[in-house]
């Protein structure tokens, strides 16, 4: 782990939520890197035990999560730079760029979802910012990482 670096470990989406929101009120970030991809949704209730098939249907009812990065983004205590990801499987750029302005992003790290991307060793991705959309190829995600933090460099100096 990198020296003044700490975890959070949280269990939930909603506890993600609110351990960045109480970190954001009690210390300054010059970036964040938003890479956990929670689900957007959750049940709406916690059964208290196992579910048994001899119980009968189970109906589960989905209620949405919190958007974490849209609202650190819009936090009065934003981190100076912000990069969300995307994983998309179709109209990548269209997407990645509507992401990039509905969450307030600095820069958007756009994965192309196919069949190896999910714990394959590499993927094809993009960066997209207001100013351009950077194809970086399918490469390994070794390198990919390696592109990200040099543009991150490149655009925070």
Same mark, same amino acid.
């Given at each position: 782990?990198?020296?003044g670096a700490s975890v959070q470990t949280v269990k939930t989406a909603l506890q993600m939520h609110d351990t960045v929101h109480a970190l954001l009120e009690t210390q300054v970030f010059d970036g964040a890197v938003m890479v956990a991809a929670v689900s957007d949704?959750?049940? =709406? $209730? !916690?059964l208290p035990k196992k579910h048994k098939k001899s119980d009968g249907v189970l109906n589960i009812k989905l209620v949405e999560n919190p958007d974490i990065l849209q609202s650190l983004s819009s936090h009065k205590n934003r981190p100076?730079? !912000?990069v969300g990801f995307a994983a998309e499987t179709d109209n990548v750029i269209a997407y990645a760029t509507d992401k990039l302005h509905k969450k307030a992003c600095d820069v958007i790290f756009a994965n192309v979802v196919q069949? #190896?991307?999910f714990g394959g060793d590499s993927s094809h991705a993009y960066l997209v #910012?207001? @100013?351009q959309? $950077? =194809?970086l190829?399918? @490469?390994s995600k070794y390198t990919h990482a390696l592109s990200l933090v040099q543009y991150i460099v490149a655009h925070t100096r």
């Open positions: 782990m990198p020296i949704y959750r049940s =709406d $209730t !916690v100076k730079y !912000v069949p #190896d991307t #910012d207001n @100013q959309v $950077t =194809d190829g399918h @490469q």
